[in-house]
């Protein structure tokens, strides 16, 4: 099957352009070079450089590519920036995603993947989430999201688009060649990292006084092969109809947690200190991946943190600067 990714140049779209051809699938990868990096693009890829805000460019990029199926990652991406923000996520996000939708629409893709976020659940009545949890999203990025997927609701009702919405917890991790290089970076595992590669003195623990175990949030890891995995299982799936899945490992991890493996895996001290709390921040996230399980038989491979820190880990040592060599 031939599929274009959007964002195929950043980290989770990279590893899945990366996965999708060891799968035997033939991929054209859509990116602006905003977030992501020309290096990590898969080298079998087709690489197109460009915008989703421009209509026109998507049209082409359909005309001449005629894709069968469509994974949609390239987006703004983070909770805190969207509260400043708001219009870079309810504007672009929802704007680029329109365009691509209405492209895909008028040139017959009827196939399509939304990376979508466990930020639609801002006040989980249960823990594990499952997919029968209340939406309420807890950011302009939430939101943006939940946009898009009500909107891939609608064009299955109307367009017999079949579409499957996965619901990221905290995507982590990497494979031999690709991995996590954000500018900046915000995220836990890579900033923990850093600290070990020398590049940061200490890390700042986001708040100690949240009502779990060590005072520290938890979250629910997974490696982002096995997120990849399962876009390539939902891939094959939408023929039986939409979907929507929650993806995690079903465990939570605190923050304290995470920096004590990365002490063992890495052998440096990592130093910590205690921050104020980053607004924004639920106590505990962790997913309900049953649905998926069940339906499509996703097993995650990597779901143990120290397999996870520990592939990123390799992949920080061999790549210090990132893909900038
Ligand atoms: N944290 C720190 N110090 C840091 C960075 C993070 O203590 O320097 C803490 C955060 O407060 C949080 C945990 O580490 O408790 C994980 O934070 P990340 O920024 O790595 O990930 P988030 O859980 O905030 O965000 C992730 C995705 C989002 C997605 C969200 C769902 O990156 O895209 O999960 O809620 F929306």
Redesign the pocket.
């Known amino acids: 099957m031939k599929v274009l990714v959007t964002g195929g140049a950043g980290y989770i779209g990279s590893i899945v352009v990366e996965q999708l051809i060891q799968a035997g699938e033939t991929v054209v990868v859509f990116d602006n070079l905003y977030q992501g990096h020309r290096a990590a693009v898969h080298p079998a890829a087709t690489f197109v450089v460009g915008s989703l805000a421009d209509r026109s460019a998507v049209d082409d990029l359909l005309n001449e590519h005629r894709p069968q199926a469509i994974m949609h990652f390239a987006s703004h991406?983070?909770?805190g920036e969207s509260m400043e923000n708001p219009f870079r996520y309810l504007g672009e996000n929802v704007t680029n995603g329109l365009n691509l939708l209405q492209s895909a629409v008028q040139h017959g893709v009827r196939r399509f993947i939304l990376s979508s976020?466990?930020?639609l659940f801002d006040e989980p009545a249960r823990m594990p989430i499952d997919e029968a949890e209340t939406i309420v999203p807890?950011?302009p990025?939430?939101e943006s999201k939940y946009i898009l997927e009500r909107m891939l609701y609608w064009l299955d009702r109307t367009h017999d688009f079949r579409y499957a919405a996965l619901r990221?917890?905290?995507?982590a991790g990497a494979s031999a060649e690709r991995g996590e290089d954000h500018h900046p970076e915000?995220?836990?595992?890579p900033?923990v990292l850093s600290v070990a590669l020398g590049k940061r003195d200490k890390?700042?623990?986001?708040?100690d006084d949240y009502p779990t175990r060590d005072g520290?949030?938890v979250?629910d890891y997974i490696h982002v092969i096995d997120l990849a995995q399962a876009h390539i299982l939902a891939l094959r799936a939408l023929n039986r109809g939409s979907r929507v899945y929650n993806l995690g490992n079903g465990q939570g991890f605190t923050?304290k947690e995470?920096i004590q493996t990365a002490r063992e895996i890495s052998g440096h001290p990592i130093p910590a200190e205690i921050?104020l709390?980053?607004p924004g921040?639920?106590d505990v996230?962790i997913a309900s991946s049953d649905r998926i399980r069940g339906e499509l038989g996703w097993e995650p491979q990597h779901a143990d943190l120290r397999d996870i820190i520990e592939s990123a880990w390799k992949w920080h040592q061999a790549h210090p600067h990132g893909y900038e060599e």
Do not use: E, K, M, Q
């Open positions: 991406t983070l909770v976020t466990a930020n807890g950011s990025y939430g990221y917890f905290n995507a915000t995220h836990l595992i900033i890390v700042i623990i986001f708040g520290t949030c979250r923050v995470v921050g709390r980053r921040d639920p996230l």
